[in-house]
């Protein structure tokens, strides 16, 4: 997405580790005696508000996915994890850094992986948690590109997201 991007009210967009929200309206705030332009976003999954900048709107907001790029994220579903053999704790950290990106492929290997791993031992609170948020991060951003309702892409990762073996990445 281009950082030029100027979204509408009433467009969707994706804030990073939020997922999908609707530009509900945009407002001007005195900040330090400056005036700032915000868009106000209501995110879908958790009805939270966050206003981000427009000028900064580049680096923090992007618009949907294509068709195509929904696609390629089932693609990455159904590859074989690939699992860090590091200790859980950098494993967490390298997985909230891929969620906090916004890239619609790491959330998407955030999900295959962390469920790949789970087959093979028992998720943390804290890797169940960062799990169930890529999946829902990417079951909001696929229902709102393909019009389906959310609970028939659940059904589609229920299919792909099936005990896969994973493959160890050195360290």
């Not at 074989?80 to 998407?108: C, H, M, Y």
């Not at 909001?140 to 997201?161: F, R, Y």
């Amino acid at each position: 997405m281009s950082a030029k991007r100027k979204f509408e009210i009433g467009d969707k967009a994706v804030y990073p580790a939020h997922g999908v929200g609707i530009i509900k309206r945009i407002e001007s705030k005195e900040i330090s005696g400056s005036k700032i332009d915000f868009y106000v976003i209501e995110i879908v999954s958790s009805g939270a508000t966050v206003m981000v900048p427009i000028a900064q709107a580049g680096k923090g907001i992007r618009g949907l996915i294509s068709r195509r790029e929904v696609k390629d994220v089932y693609s990455i579903l159904k590859t074989p994890g690939q699992v860090s053999k590091t200790t859980w704790n950098r494993r967490f950290r390298e997985f909230s850094e891929k969620l906090r990106t916004g890239s619609v492929s790491d959330i998407a290997e955030v999900l295959r992986d962390l469920n790949s791993l789970r087959f093979d031992k028992d998720l943390s609170f804290g890797e169940k948690k960062m799990m169930d948020k890529a999946r829902e991060m990417i079951v909001t951003e696929i229902s709102a590109v393909s019009s389906k309702e959310e609970s028939s892409i659940e059904a589609e990762l229920d299919k792909i997201l099936v005990p896969v073996p994973h493959v160890p990445v050195p360290q």
